[in-house]
Nanobody
């Protein structure tokens, strides 16, 4: 079993930056992919970014390209999401997720493990 714990969320003004962390523990030997999703109030959970655990290939939603960067430190079992040039529309609960099988990396249903989420609020 895999456990994920997000941290680093908070309140920031538009144009500011935040760095989210996701600590991974447990049964990780069959984990293939790590994703970041977000869910704004009253909206569905949406894909933000993802990274292959071993190879490091990354993927981004169009809305965050050029502003967000996903990375990982395998030695520390940690995934990061660096968020720059934040906008009010980035306000949401951000979730870290782990995918252990083959599937669509941009769909929440493709991930079997989820963190508790961390709130990111961007003021205008």
């Amino acid at each position: 079993q895999v456990q994920l714990v997000e941290s680093g969320g908070g309140l920031v003004q538009a144009g500011g930056s935040l760095r989210l962390s996701c600590a991974v523990s447990g049964r990780t030997f069959d984990m293939w992919h790590m994703g970041w999703f977000r869910q704004a109030a009253g909206k569905e959970r949406e894909f933000v970014a993802s990274i292959y655990w071993s190879g490091g290939s990354t993927y981004y939603a169009d809305s965050v390209k050029g502003r967000f960067t996903v990375s990982r430190d395998r030695a520390k079992n940690t995934v990061f999401l660096q968020m720059n040039s934040l906008k009010p529309e980035d306000t949401a609960v951000y979730y870290c997720a782990a995918k252990s099988g083959v599937g669509y990396i941009r769909l929440p249903s493709g991930y079997g493990y989820w963190g508790q989420g961390t709130q990111v609020t961007v003021s205008s």
